[in-house]
T-cell receptor, first 120, second 114 residues
Framework: AQTVTQSQPEMSVQEAETVTLSCTYD???????LFWYKQPPSRQMILVIR??????QNATENRFSVNFQKAAKSFSLKISDSQLGDAAMYFC?????????????????FGQGTILTVHP | KAGVTQTPRYLIKTRGQQVTLSCSPI?????VSWYQQTPGQGLQFLFE???????NKGNFPGRFSGRQFSNSRSEMNVSTLELGDSALYLC?????????????FGPGTRLTVL
């Protein structure tokens, strides 16, 4: 079974500064996807960024980027130029890439989450 | 395109009752997954439905069940409610065909069991 660990229950950052959220995972699979989801106080879970394990290049989405270290099973999220609207709970998640037809692609395994506070 | 909708948004029940939650996926999506979110256990996968068939199931007791209709709408049912079932229940939808398909979450249903 896969596990995802976020070792930072809480993090804080000053507006306009950079913050990095950590995530490690454990799996015996070679093909999988990793995600960072954001859950603001409104509770709507929003996808921030996605990384395919077979891609060596780190994913980037505007101010959000990841540092994916497959051998170390590490997947950190860097938020640059932090904004007040970035304040939320951030979840790291794992999903198997599956195999033959009929494989379930609906199961995400989540970490415990990191609460990010952004100070003005 | 309308997002994932969940009804009701809030629900209060008493122990021993049963409850049904509904999830309407994004138009064209055939996969619906359900998650339970609690402060103690975090986010846990309940089950996934694809084209009216349960495709995967998490480690929850048989009191938790679900189904999916031909229009891809899904319901989950919890029978004989316990205090520990109080949680935010999230559903997510995706096309469900390729491993690259992205899942989109609904706003959740907050269930309180008294």
């Amino acid at each position: 079974a896969q596990t995802v660990t976020q070792s930072q229950p809480e993090m804080s950052v000053q507006e306009a500064e950079t913050v990095t959220l950590s995530c490690t995972y454990d799996t015996s699979e070679s093909d999988y996807y990793l995600f960072w989801y954001k859950q603001p106080p409104s509770r709507q879970m929003i996808l921030v960024i996605r990384q395919e394990a077979y891609k060596q290049q780190n994913a980037t989405e505007n101010r959000f980027s990841v540092n994916f270290q497959k051998a170390a099973k590490s997947f950190s999220l860097k938020i640059s130029d932090s904004q007040l609207g970035d304040a939320a709970m951030y979840f790291c998640a794992y999903r198997s890439a599956g195999g033959a037809g009929g494989t379930s692609y609906g199961k995400l395994t989540f970490g415990q989450g990191t609460i990010l506070t952004v100070h003005p | 395109k309308a997002g994932v909708t969940q009804t009701p948004r809030y629900l209060i029940k008493t122990r021993g009752q049963q409850v049904t939650l509904s999830c309407s996926p994004i138009s064209g999506h055939r996969s619906v997954s359900w998650y339970q979110q609690t402060p103690g256990q975090g986010l846990q996968f309940l089950f996934e439905y694809f084209s009216e068939t349960q495709r995967n199931k998490g480690n929850f007791p048989g009191r938790f069940s679900g189904r999916q209709f031909s229009n891809s709408r899904s319901e989950m049912n919890v029978s004989t409610l316990e205090l520990g079932d109080s949680a935010l229940y999230l559903c997510a939808s995706s096309l469900g065909v390729l491993s690259t398909d992205t899942q989109y979450f609904g706003p959740g249903t907050r269930l309180t069991v008294l």
